[in-house]
C-alpha cells in the first residue's frame, strides 16, 4: 500500500504543476518528490524485509538518501541536452520513483508474508480509537492547528519571498544552450548566432537592449526586450566581424530601460579569420 501511494501522489503531482494552479497542494507533494520519495523507493529495493530497518530508521535514511540523490540527478541533467530546467526534473524525479517502486514491489513479492515490511496501520487506527480525557483532546487539537498554520506559514513565505537585492541575470550560453562549448572562430563579414540569456529580478518591469562589440567596435545588436519581474528570456544576437585578429574581446552589453550606460556586460576572446 505504502508503494501505491507514493506512485499514486506522484502522478498526481503532474496535473497539478501543468494543469490546475493549487499551490500549497503542489508545494506540498513537489517537497515529497523531491526530498522523501526517491530515498524511500531506492530503501523499500534494498531492504524489502521487516526486521532489516524499523520505521523510524526508514523515514530518516529515506530523507538523507533524497538529499543526495536529487543533487546527483541533478548533475547527470546538466550534461544532457534538456538542462536543469522544470520538465526534466519532474520527468526524471518521477520516473525514478515508479521504476524503483516497481522494484519494490518485485522484492518484497520475493520475500514470505510474515517477513515483508509493509506499513501497519491497526496501531494507529488503535491509537485513534482509544478514550481520552478532554483536556489530552483539546491538546491534541492544539498541536495539529499548531503544525498546520507553521506549514501554512512556510507555504504563503515560499510564494511570497522577501524582496532582497534588485538584479537582473545576463549570461551567454553554448551552441546546445549550455554553460560551455561557445563559437570561439569567427570570419570576417560573415555572422555569428550567440545565445544570450536575461531574467528580470528588478521588482518591476524593464526593457533591455542587447549590444555586441568586437574589438571595441559595435557589431550587433538584439532588443527592445520587455520582460516583467521575474520573467526570462534567451535568444540569439547576430555578431558580424569587421576585421581580422586573434583573441578580440567580444563583449555582450545589456542596457536596462533608457540608461546610456551598460547595465551588465559579459565577453569572450574570439578569433576572427579571413574567409
Known sequence: M?????????????????????????????????LFFPGYVLLATLFPRRESLDGIERVALSL?????????????LNFTPWGIRLTPIVTVLSLWTAAFAALAWGQRRRVAPEERFEVRWQPVAAWAR?????????????LVAAVMAVAGVIAWRIQRPTLGESFTEFYILGEEWQLQDYPTLLQVGQSQEYNVGIVNHEGETATYTIRSLLGGIHSGSAGPLTLKDGDKWEGQISVTPASAGEQ?????????????EAYRS????VDVKVP
Open 2 to 34: 505504502d508503494l501505491i501511494v507514493i506512485v499514486a501522489l506522484t502522478a498526481l503531482l503532474l496535473p497539478l504543476i501543468y494543469a490546475v494552479p493549487l499551490e500549497p497542494v503542489r508545494i506540498a507533494l513537489g517537497l515529497l518528490l523531491v
Open 64 to 76: 538523507g538518501l533524497s538529499l543526495a540523490l536529487v543533487p546527483l540527478l541533478g548533475l547527470v
Open 130 to 142: 482509544k478514550p481520552r480525557r478532554p483536556l489530552e483532546v483539546m491538546l491534541g487539537l492544539f
Open 248 to 260: 578580440q574581446k567580444l563583449e555582450l552589453r545589456l542596457y536596462r530601460d533608457t540608461g546610456s
Open 266 to 269: 559579459v565577453h569572450l576572446f
